[in-house]
């Protein structure tokens, strides 16, 4: 054996070490997750194995055809589903290993949802500020506390002057944003929105997305949006894309120093080495059942099969 090859012991040592575990510092982490339905006997994996890291504060939007799996994800996030296989980790509570009561605490505390459906976030006899007190009651807040935190909200989503309207008395929109003081009573970790402007005109919904970016950025809170809308999607940091179960694609967005917004559109390559190329890649160049790869030396090239 050579010298500068390592002997038996050093090879021991390296293979015990444990360094850094997955998203060990990522505010949400989903670790090859997995999520298998049985509808009328038929097996349906809505998650096949799906990475995704989320750092604190971040805002992030998930996009994806329908029964891509982003709902089921964003559900699992919440409490509301539980996944088959994998991990997944919110604000460092293991979603796998939580009792009914656990789970009962988690949306109580440290997560907040809103729905698309309008009428599902409020309840209807309740003024705009009561159904903000409401969730800060659950949690035992004093009346004075809790009356003052709900008019301080409504400010934030600039609704302080609805603060004494119903649900029926207020726009879709007011209502969305009123959502959205609601979710965020508690001072939870992480927000969770499925379609908030899916059933608001363009206006309207710029109006609740940008209630949604002043509480990510005023309160700190990990904002999570499934949409299809594409004003939605194209103001956030990140737009990660989701298809057949799995993370595909991911859109970073940062200003420059000149304050020009730069884009990059990236493919996602997972823990498994797996990667999804976009269908217009793909359909372009007739590529399907295997493609050609060559390592370069800065980067790996991929070609049709040329072997048909």
Known sequence: MSLDEPDLAELERRAG?????????????????????????VEVIALQGLDLLIGEGEMVALVGASGSGKSTLLNILAGLDVP???????????????????????????VGFVWQQTARNLIPYLSAVENVEMPMRFAGLRRNARRSRALELLDLVGLADRAAARPAEMSG?????????????????????????????????ASVFAALR???RSLGVTTVIVTHDPDVAGNVDRTVGIRDGRTSSEI???????????????????????????RSFTSALEMKDRVRLELETDHIGVWPDDHR
């Open 17 to 41: 070490g444990t360094g850094p575990a997955y998203g060990a510092d990522a505010h949400v982490v989903c670790d090859n997750l997995v999520r298998i339905y049985q509808t009328q006997g």
């Open 84 to 110: 088959t296989a994998g991990v997944a980790r919110v604000a460092g509570v293991d979603l796998l290993d939580m009792s009914g009561r656990d789970r009962l605490r988690f949306r109580r505390e440290l």
């Open 173 to 205: 929109g007011e209502q969305q944003r009123v959502a959205i003081a609601v979710a965020v009573a508690n001072g939870p970790k992480v927000v969770l929105a499925d379609e908030p402007t899916g059933e608001l005109d363009t206006a309207t919904g």
């Open 214 to 216: 002043t509480a990510n």
């Open 252 to 278: 970073l967005r940062r200003t420059s120093e000149s304050g020009d917004v730069v884009v990059a559109e990236y493919a996602v390559l997972d823990r498994a080495g797996r990667l999804q190329l976009p």
